[in-house]
């Protein structure tokens, strides 16, 4: 079975661009998830979606970034205009809601903003 | 609030040795206990887990036990190989309301051959 899926999985660009970060999740799942790691913050929950509501944002940053759902295979992360503070990988996650249901993982995007 | 305790590496074992990986919770209600492991250029991937007291999830010589009494969760295996060579995580998901993940920081393990 296919599991979660983002593209692209490196990203360079220069700071003031837009990025689009994409992930597919796992078909049948219902929430997914939107993850920064670092070294020095470690992992990060920046948003998570509930049947492609979004239930918790208290996690993204800044106005900057923004994240869509519009259907249950798809979702975006936009950072709007790109900081290089903002370089990180980017993990898109998702599980059936339930109980002791785990989170699977894609691959990430490695972000880098010059 | 929940929090997840994990032992400071990194943890630097010797090819065969026993490994052991602390970690330790706080959390309401009653947690989903988890281990994910990260390889190097990798996203995370769920290595076990144990959804009540007492349960023990294990997979690819790995174990861990769902010990309330002690709010614990150590990870285990009796001969670690070099190519468990990553970075560990103790996760937790609390039962009541929606399923987000509590992760601890990570422990990087080290196998030398």
């Known amino acids: 079975d296919a599991g979660v899926i983002q593209s692209p999985r490196h990203e360079v660009t220069e700071m003031g661009q837009e990025v689009t970060l994409r992930c597919k999740p796992i078909s049948g799942h219902n929430s997914l998830f939107w993850y920064r790691q670092t070294m020095m913050r470690g992992l990060e929950l920046l948003i998570y979606?509930?049947?492609?509501?979004?239930?918790?944002d208290s996690g993204m940053p800044e106005d900057r970034f923004s994240a869509k759902m519009p259907n249950a295979s798809f979702s975006t992360l936009k950072i709007q205009p790109s900081e290089p503070r903002d370089s990180a990988v980017y993990f898109c996650a998702s599980s059936f809601e339930g109980r002791g249901q785990p989170q699977h993982f894609g691959d990430g995007t490695r972000l880098s903003i010059l | 609030g929940d929090s997840v305790t994990q032992m400071e590496g990194p943890v630097t074992l010797s090819e065969e040795a026993f490994l052991t990986i602390n970690c330790t919770y706080t959390a309401t209600g009653y947690p989903s206990l988890f281990w994910y492991v990260q390889y190097p250029g990798e996203g995370l991937q769920l290595l076990l887990k144990?959804?009540?007291?007492?349960d023990k999830g294990s997979n690819k010589g790995f174990e861990a036990t769902y010990r309330k009494e002690t709010t614990s969760f150590h990870l285990e295996k009796g001969s670690v190989q070099v190519s468990d060579s990553a970075v560990y995580f103790c996760?937790?998901?609390?039962?009541?309301?929606?399923?987000?993940?509590?992760f601890g920081k990570g422990t990087m393990l080290l196998v030398s051959p």
């Open positions: 996760a937790l998901i609390t039962n009541s309301g929606y399923s987000t993940l509590t």
């Open positions: 144990a959804t009540k007291a007492d």
């Open positions: 979606f509930n049947n492609n509501v979004p239930i918790d």
